[in-house]
């Protein structure tokens, strides 16, 4: 994971690279607040022989589960679960399973078009240790989806 915000010109973005092959990755980008309640941002999926784009993902504080307090529970969680834990919003899915060895499995899914049977989906699956590097993650993205609002919205 990197959170890079070193300029302050740049918007942050955050990289998930997968243990096993730092190749595959998920990248959040592009950040914007389209209302007092939303987080946007765009989202890239990279894998060999893949690399897909979502301009436009926003996560609402009227959601199920906010997405860091999904991958806060799967660190809380460090010793493991049986089946498969997921979150969504509309424009993308996440899949979390854990393998034996304390690794979790992410599946980061994209659908422009969640209602339509014709649109493309595109999905990658980034390996974490299931406690610290979950734990971090966690941290990053809710600093990433972060609003600076000082009344702590979200």
Do not use: C, K
């Amino acid at each position: 994971m990197n959170a890079s915000d070193t300029d302050p010109t740049d918007t942050p973005a955050l990289t998930i690279r997968s243990r096993d092959d730092p190749t595959t990755q998920v990248r959040l980008s592009d950040r914007y607040f389209p209302d007092e309640y939303g987080t946007g941002f765009a989202m890239d999926l990279r894998a060999e022989g893949l690399q897909a784009r979502l301009g436009s993902v926003v996560t609402w504080l009227w959601d199920d589960e906010y997405l860091a307090d999904f991958l806060d529970a799967l660190a809380a969680d460090f010793r493991g679960w049986e089946g498969e834990r997921t979150w969504s919003t509309h424009h993308l899915a996440l899949r979390a399973v854990f393998r034996p060895g304390g690794h979790v499995g992410l599946t980061w899914t994209l659908r422009p078009r969640s209602t339509r049977e014709d649109s493309w989906a595109a999905s990658v699956t980034t390996w974490l240790e299931g406690g610290e590097q979950l734990t971090a993650l966690a941290a990053d993205v809710r600093r990433f989806l972060d609003r600076g609002d000082p009344a702590g919205t979200r």
